[in-house]
């Protein structure tokens, strides 16, 4: 395993906080909510087709398109509650942040694993607005990229060498041919049987070819002991991990990544850790700037984690779930409580035959 990296690069994160006099933009001042909004678009082209065909795709885009709302917020219909988190536009706004997020924490570089320059098919699983998996397409013509969701979510205007598939990624693969590299990023509390989903993966693979995972760890980190025990963030994260566990799908997942990867049977496993400051408390101009990004990413991130988590699975009521959040936000806007995430990003290959 290698240290653990700075934004970019090998940098440890300052120990200490300082004194920061700028403030981030709170979004929620500004967000709207995306209630009303609808991807009505294809329902309407489907009215267009002869009968037989209007009634059958209808029924294919009711299944992948009829969203539930709870919450004040939009979920998927494909295999509707498995996932616990919204996929409205606030939520798509916040996926592209994160996206962005991974970027600054690797350097501009979309992959860490030591892939060949030319492959010829590559997947992308829970792909979500499938930034990654267009930028990547964009990075290398000559590969086929495939990327598949649970929610349609994905822009219309692609380049030609991407391709999104709604598909639930538990269920049993059917693909047509092997890849030569599987990519799979914040995925944590979305995936009930990681092992499988791993063999999945390597049966999937070319020989020779590489997985990647990558996510945050769901748990907040201090080095000085500076956020209180009995603090509402830590509250969060513990009630946050009871209700993802008790729901089946553990969110604090990735400091497993690597006994999962090895245990699949890859070859050459790396695991690198990157820290990721949750405010812009370091000192450290880098870092700082992550911190800035990872703030406005945190406030996002509090609401679609767990309003349907503390709401299905505690059975909180709203006020309860509303009053825990507003002393989590208040808990990242202090800045002398110096809280970091650990990316794990792991990968490794498939034994050459
Ligand atoms: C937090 S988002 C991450 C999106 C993307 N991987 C990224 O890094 O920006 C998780 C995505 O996984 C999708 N997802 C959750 N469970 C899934 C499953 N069983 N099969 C396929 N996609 C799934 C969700 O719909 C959501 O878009």
Redesign the pocket.
């Known amino acids: 395993m290698s240290g653990i990296n700075g934004p970019g690069g090998t940098q440890s994160l300052p120990e200490s906080a300082l004194d920061l006099d700028s403030t981030v933009h709170d979004p929620q001042d500004d967000v709207s909510d995306d209630q009303s909004a609808d991807d009505t678009s294809m329902l309407d082209a489907d009215s267009a087709l002869g009968d037989d065909t209007a009634s059958e795709t209808r029924s294919i885009t009711d299944s992948v398109l009829g969203y539930q709302y709870e919450n004040g917020r939009r979920y ?1 219909a494909y ?1 509707a509650g ?2 616990p ?1 919204p ?1 409205d536009e606030r939520e798509q706004e916040r ?2 942040m ?2 962005h997020i ?1 970027l600054l924490i690797n350097g501009g570089e979309l992959c860490e694993a030591p892939i060949p320059p030319q492959l010829d098919r590559v997947l ?6 499938g ?2 998996a267009i930028d990547f397409a964009d990075h290398h013509p000559e590969a086929e990229v495939l990327a ?4 349609v ?1 994905q822009p219309y205007w692609i380049p030609p060498n991407v391709q999104f598939e709604i ?4 269920e049993d693969w059917q693909y047509h041919s092997k890849f030569d590299y599987i990519h ?4 944590g ?3 009930s049987d990681w092992p499988r989903l791993m063999q999945q993966a390597y049966r999937n693979l070319n020989p020779g070819g590489w997985i990647e995972v ?1 996510d945050f760890e769901a748990w907040a980190t201090t080095d000085d002991n500076s956020l209180p025990a009995g603090s509402a963030y830590v509250e969060f994260q513990e009630r946050l991990s009871e209700a993802a566990t008790k729901f089946g799908k553990v969110m604090n997942i990735s400091p497993q990544f690597k006994s999962f990867v090895e245990n699949a049977g890859f070859q050459s496993v790396v695991e690198n850790q990157h820290k990721a400051p949750l405010s812009p408390w370091p000192k450290d101009p880098a870092f700082r700037n992550l911190g800035r990004y990872m703030y406005v990413q945190m406030l996002e991130s509090i609401e679609p984690y767990s309003l349907a988590l503390f709401s299905r699975v505690l059975k909180w009521q709203p006020e309860k779930i509303q009053a825990l959040l507003a002393g989590v936000r208040e808990d990242l806007n202090n800045r002398d409580y110096h809280m970091y995430s650990i990316v794990h990003c792991v990968y490794g290959q498939k034994p050459q035959l």
């Open positions: 998927h295999r498995t996932y988190m996929n996926m592209d994160q996206h991974y992308d699983i829970g792909c979500g607005t930034k990654w598949t969701d649970l929610s979510i598909d639930d990624a538990e799979i990023r914040s995925m509390g979305s995936i990558t």
